[in-house]
DNA sequence: CCAAAATTCGTACGACCGTTCCAATATTTC
DNA sequence: GAAATATTGGAACGGTCGTACGAATTTTGG
């Protein structure tokens, strides 16, 4: 009757979930897996409060119960969904920062490498066939939707954010902080934007546009990325100027 | 008992939605309107599925059937506020473009003159306290809403948005219509992320950004796209290069 | 001013929601 | 192998949802 909890949702809390279950249970494990999986197939496609428990429960070939045995409630089973990828996808964007930085071999690294460092992960997971494309759909829609229950966490979960900024302040020294955080802002808008909306832009484009290959449209959004990074920054109001 | 209806949705529907009561019922447009105005509001906030018709039904002070008497349903409540709004917005954008046209008078209208003919309205709008800042929250996150009734018309809503790509394929000749389609994704991304979350940018810059003023936010992301756009194309690998 | 139509209001209905309980079954532990 | 525990499955609960209905009330039109 005790069930196993995951209430905390600090990242770090998923290892304490994995090896929760370490004593061997083989089926344990499987149901888990099956209903997050089915859960993320769901929640990728339609926003967390059209999904209703049976469907997911449906999908995952188990019982109506096994969710709240599992996960404590459907706002549980959420986040499950959540910690189980977004720890590696915010790592993979460290892993190629750091890179970077390593090949820079104490110089700056270049302004190129620092957007696609991070710009890179998501959007190639958003090219995977699997699950982790489906996460990818699941992690922008639900950063939008205010009733889902992670609406804080994208709100607060700006430390990944914030270890990029001393690269850009490094290799655009002319533009001041704040202006930084601006052009991150529409950098981000234009990837989420493109990880959302391929699909539109199909439509628009009439075939136009190739949006099935992932280098390119990497190259692409790095490219339109770094050209509104190295545009010179507005004139400032504030001193008495000619 | 006869209703009337707002099941058509064409933007054109409008106008005879409006004039439906042009024999004088005082009350029934105040009525009308108190609903389209409540439900605007809270559709900005949250999501179509989690907003209950009570809830919209107590905010604008009538009775829960006023809704199903007046729009039939509560999908066509939602579809009467988009109605309401929608076709102002584009006839905006429109404006602008053709008064560019006139003052380009014959020649090439300049690039940043067709971004910021695109891009003022909806972050003007968004700047509104009343209800057309209401209205652009709205329709940003419906966008993103699968469940919501207009995701197929926004999908198809993209006869304002071809409206432009003449313009962008005079200013820029050397680009082809694919890669300024591609251009014109980003700079959606950007206006889009920037309107539902620029409070997200002030809470990540701890204040260093200053989001209240319009028009320093307008010319930030028209220079950040209008450097996009101008970056050079990829190198094609189709034809025989050296 | 009066019949007719339009509108408002309170209420009830059937459907679906997330959750809970409990018996049945599988698994672990000694 | 038996006792204890973990997991599953089915049924039911209270609550909320959008909608429909009928009576009361207001407004319209002659």
Redesign the pocket.
């Known amino acids: 009757?005790?069930?196993?909890s995951s209430d905390n949702l600090d990242l770090e809390a998923l290892g304490r979930d994995l090896k929760m279950?370490d004593?061997?249970?083989?089926?344990?494990k499987?149901?888990?897996n099956r209903i997050i999986e089915g859960a993320e197939s769901l929640f990728a496609h339609r926003s967390y409060?059209t999904?209703?428990?049976?469907?997911i429960t449906a999908e995952a070939?188990?019982?109506?119960?096994?969710?709240?045995?599992?996960f404590?409630?459907?706002?549980?089973l959420f986040k499950a969904v959540f910690l189980r990828r977004a720890r590696d996808l915010n790592r993979e964007r460290a892993q190629l920062l750091e890179a970077a930085d390593k090949r820079a071999n104490g110089g700056v690294v270049p302004l190129r490498e620092v957007l696609t460092a991070l710009l890179r992960p998501g959007i190639r997971w958003s090219f995977d066939t699997g699950g982790r494309g489906l996460f990818i759909q699941f992690l922008t829609r639900s950063r939008l939707d205010h009733s889902s229950p992670l609406h804080e966490i994208f709100y607060n979960d700006v430390g990944h954010l914030r270890r990029f900024i001393p690269y850009f302040l490094r290799v655009l020294p002319e533009l001041g902080e704040d202006e930084i955080l601006w052009r991150l802002h529409f950098t981000l808008g234009a990837l989420h934007y493109t990880i959302t909306d391929l699909k539109r832009l199909e439509r628009i484009s009439e075939g136009l546009c190739d949006i099935s290959q992932f280098e390119p449209t990497l190259e692409r959004i790095v490219s339109f990325a770094e050209a509104g990074f190295r545009t010179a920054a507005p004139v400032r109001w504030a001193a008495g100027d000619p």
């Not at 004593?23 to 344990?28: D, F, H, I």
């Not at 999904?51 to 469907?55: A, G, L, N, Q, T």
């Not at 404590?72 to 549980?76: R, Y």
């Open positions: 009757m005790t069930k196993p279950s004593t061997g249970q083989a089926r344990t499987e149901t888990r409060s999904v209703s428990m049976r469907e070939g188990v019982g109506l119960a096994a969710v709240n045995y599992h404590g409630s459907k706002e549980g």
